[in-house]
């Protein structure tokens, strides 16, 4: 185990280890060309746009948008990516292949496409709330 926290996911009476990383957001990024697209197909989002091609926005900066179901190739997708990141990371072996883990799905689409953004989010929270580096400011001449 390198001693990192890694969550689970139960699917079909099997806990799983489920990780999203750098590792993942980078596959993704390659995949996808965008992390935000990714995001949007795996929570069922589709950002409204402006006539310029920017996507629209809110008072708050928030994205405006109408909801979908979540895009099940993205879901797929996500979970064999999440899947196989959490048991490399907890040193296992893969004892499933991929359409055996996605035959083994036993919740709803939505169910799943929340617990897996729930992991994704976890990506861009601080992780250490006290540096590791001290700061300090160099004077200049």
Same mark, same amino acid.
């Given at each position: 185990?390198?001693?990192?926290?890694?969550?689970?996911?139960?699917?079909?009476?099997?806990?799983?280890?489920?990780?999203?990383?750098?590792?993942?957001?980078?596959?993704?990024?390659?995949?996808?060309?965008?992390? *935000? /697209?990714? %995001?949007? &197909?795996?929570?069922?989002?589709?950002? $409204?746009?402006?006539? +310029?091609? =920017?996507?629209?926005?809110?008072?708050?900066?928030?994205?405006?948008?109408?909801?979908?179901?979540?895009?099940?190739?993205?879901?797929?997708?996500?979970?064999?990516?999440?899947?196989?990141?959490?048991?490399?990371? *907890? /040193?296992? %072996?893969? &004892?499933?292949?991929?359409?055996?883990? $996605?035959?083994?799905? +036993?919740? =709803?689409?939505?169910?799943?496409?929340?617990?897996?953004?729930?992991?994704?989010?976890?990506?861009?929270?601080?992780?250490?709330?006290?540096?590791?580096?001290?700061?300090?400011?160099?004077?200049?001449?």
């Amino acid at each position: 185990m390198l001693g990192i926290n890694i969550n689970h996911i139960e699917l079909s009476g099997v806990k799983l280890p489920i990780r999203c990383d750098m590792l993942v957001l980078e596959k993704i990024q390659e995949d996808y060309g965008d992390i *935000s /697209e990714f %995001e949007n &197909k795996l929570i069922g989002f589709e950002p $409204i746009y402006n006539e +310029d091609g =920017s996507a629209k926005v809110n008072e708050n900066g928030k994205s405006v948008g109408k909801s979908t179901l979540p895009d099940i190739k993205t879901v797929h997708y996500g979970l064999w990516e999440f899947v196989k990141e959490g048991i490399e990371c *907890s /040193e296992q %072996e893969i &004892k499933y292949s991929e359409k055996d883990l $996605i035959r083994m799905v +036993d919740i =709803s689409i939505g169910e799943l496409s929340d617990l897996l953004h729930e992991e994704f989010m976890r990506c861009f929270k601080r992780k250490n709330q006290n540096p590791t580096q001290k700061e300090t400011k160099e004077k200049t001449p």
